[in-house]
């Protein structure tokens, strides 16, 4: 008996007065790039009118009605909208559906205000979030069951994903696209649309260099770029330091506290990331990857290998030569 195919993957995209366009297109743009790259990826769009005011002259149309049996939706896509666009007559409508509703949905992402109809709605309750900086006082009045957090560009927590607004929608799409279909997937989309993902401006792959980054600390951000540029130079403390203008005392404490690990472990899974990708894509022995990516040799690659991963890299790259995972 034949199987059956695979459902599509599915987003739907809550559409409001009052919408915020690039909370809109940011996180559009990334699923589109994707939908050319994975044609089953579907996109639909609807809410409580058929058109809406967007852009001075300009209008959206063809919007389908609020869907009245919940759908399993991959992801549900609430953008954020500005305060005086709002129609209050269909706002507590918008609300309504969404406590209803959005629970059937696989993920949840409410993008800069979007995280305060997510919290109208009952859905942040005893969860991390975070929305853009000038409305994080009215989200914890609207969720005071929640967790809100300020030094950071998205959160995610179990099956919703919000974001600090405007450009940070991309990182957050980015990350759920990454969650759902997978490193390469997510990379070439980030190609296609010349994005630095979070922002060093060096990528090998996603995963690991977005991780740590989460948070808005200049100084830490700066330091982070630097260690992904060099990560073949010799790296102390100290110069980690001065990359980063603090003392080292101070960087102790605060890169963790923003990164969730030390600079030196932080240092070790891009380098690590890095071998990955050159496993990956070329014929190098291990030898020459771990003097590559600052480790010295495949001993050492071997030895930092085990502090984060099973089995072994040469495993880990005859799988990947095999076509397994």
Same mark, same amino acid.
């Given at each position: 008996m034949p199987l059956e195919a695979a459902p599509s993957p599915t987003v739907g995209v809550l559409m409001l007065p009052g919408q915020v366009p690039l909370d809109l297109v940011g996180p559009l743009q990334v699923l589109h790039s994707a939908q050319r790259m994975h044609e089953d990826l579907t996109i639909r769009y609807f809410g409580p009118s058929e058109t809406l005011d967007w852009l001075g002259p300009l209008a959206l149309s063809g919007i389908e009605p609020l869907p009245r049996v919940s759908q399993g939706w991959d992801l549900l896509l609430v953008p954020g909208q500005y305060r005086q666009g709002i129609d209050p007559? #269909?706002?507590? &409508?918008?609300? $309504? @559906? /969404? #406590? $209803?509703?959005?629970?059937?949905?696989?993920?949840?992402? %409410?993008?800069?205000? %979007? *995280? &305060?109809? /997510?919290? $109208?709605?009952?859905? &942040? !309750? =005893? #969860? #991390?979030?975070?929305t853009h900086h000038t409305l994080l006082a009215q989200l914890e009045t609207l969720a005071p069951g929640a967790r809100v957090q300020g030094d950071c560009i998205f959160i995610e927590d179990g099956p919703v994903l919000t974001s600090a607004g405007i450009s940070t929608g991309i990182d957050t799409m980015l990350h759920w696209l990454t969650r759902r279909f997978g490193h390469r997937l997510t990379l070439a989309v980030a190609r296609e649309m010349v994005l630095y993902l979070r922002r060093s401006g060096h990528e090998p792959q996603l995963a690991g260099w977005l991780e740590g980054r989460n948070h808005v600390d200049e100084r830490i951000h700066r330091l982070q770029d630097a260690l992904s540029a060099r990560l073949g130079e010799r790296w102390s403390m100290a110069d980690m330091a001065r990359a980063a203008i603090m003392s080292e005392r101070h960087l102790r404490r605060r890169f963790p506290a923003v990164a969730g690990m030390s600079p030196h472990d932080y240092l070790l899974r891009l380098r690590l990331q890095l071998a990955r990708q050159l496993m990956d894509e070329t014929p190098w022995s291990l030898a020459r990857i771990a003097e $590559?990516? %600052? &480790? =010295? !040799? !495949?001993?050492?690659?071997?030895?930092? @290998?085990?502090?984060?991963?099973? =089995? *072994?890299p040469r495993a880990w790259r005859e799988r990947r030569e095999s076509g397994s995972s």
């Open positions: 007559s #269909r706002q507590p &409508l918008a609300v $309504e @559906w /969404l #406590r $209803e509703h959005a629970p059937a949905a696989r993920t949840v992402m %409410g993008i800069c205000s %979007g *995280s &305060l109809l /997510l919290a $109208e709605a009952g859905l &942040l !309750d =005893g #969860r #991390r979030c975070t $590559e990516v %600052g &480790l =010295g !040799d !495949d001993r050492q690659l071997r030895r930092a @290998w085990r502090r984060f991963e099973t =089995g *072994s």
